[in-house]
């Protein structure tokens, strides 16, 4: 089982560019997530999908969109990239408490 | 008030001892509590979960809940430097319900554990 994968690894965009991060799952989880981390700020949700075909906003959701395309996998979207959303982001997923962690996405916007 | 607060730490603890980490959170209706531990660069990792009150033991790492006191502890016993890392209190603040597995993380606190 590769548990929680994530793509692509390191991304470095311009200001106003838009792309797509990637999670997938194999575990059978129910519910996914997207987290950013950012030095001082611990773990803050951007937006998690409880099952598939439902999507809700978290603690900090705005720049972003999700789609969640099947069970497997939960997709996060930045149309149109920002300074401010240089961080690190992980996708997890859990069924039902017990949430796993992708390795993570590191995002620099310039 | 923070919903989970943790001490920031560094806490450093010479390699052999005894390493308590500690955690309290502000809803009383929380049934589940988690710990990760994050190295540096890496994501969380899963390292023990408690639901009831007491104490859950897992090899050289315990869990201690209070839900009376609002508080949740980690003791990692005969610490070694490979425990250096950032460990993350994660809280489930509902029984259930629409909050699915949504967790309140913790800022976390910092180990060393020094030769």
């Known amino acids: 089982n590769a548990g929680v994968t994530q793509t692509p690894k390191f991304q470095v965009l311009k200001t106003g560019q838009s792309m797509t991060l990637q999670c997938a799952q194999d575990?059978?989880?129910?519910?996914m997530y997207w987290y950013r981390q950012d030095p001082g700020m611990g773990l803050r949700l951007i937006y998690y999908s409880a099952s598939e075909g439902t999507t809700d906003k978290g603690e900090v959701p705005n720049g972003y969109n999700v789609s969640r395309l099947n069970k497997r996998e939960f997709s996060l979207r930045l149309e149109s990239a920002a300074p401010s959303q240089t961080s690190v982001y992980f996708c997890a997923s859990s069924w039902p408490y017990e949430q796993y962690f992708g390795p993570g996405t590191r995002l620099t916007v310039t | 008030q923070k919903e989970v607060e943790q001490n920031s730490g560094p806490l450093s603890v010479p390699e052999g001892a005894i390493a308590s980490l500690n955690c309290t959170y502000s809803?009383?209706?929380?049934?589940?509590f988690f710990w990760y531990r994050q190295y540096s660069g890496k994501s969380p990792e899963l390292i023990m979960s408690?639901?009831?009150?007491g104490d859950k033991e897992d090899g050289r790492f315990t869990a201690q809940l209070n839900k009376a006191s609002q508080y949740v502890s980690l003791l990692i016993r005969d610490s070694q430097p490979s425990d250096s890392a950032t460990y993350l209190c994660a809280v489930n603040p509902s029984a259930g319900g629409t909050s699915y597995g949504k967790l309140t993380f913790g800022q976390g606190t910092i180990l060393t554990v020094h030769p």
């Open positions: 575990m059978n989880h129910n519910s």
């Open positions: 809803d009383r209706g929380s049934q589940s």
């Open positions: 408690i639901y009831s009150n």
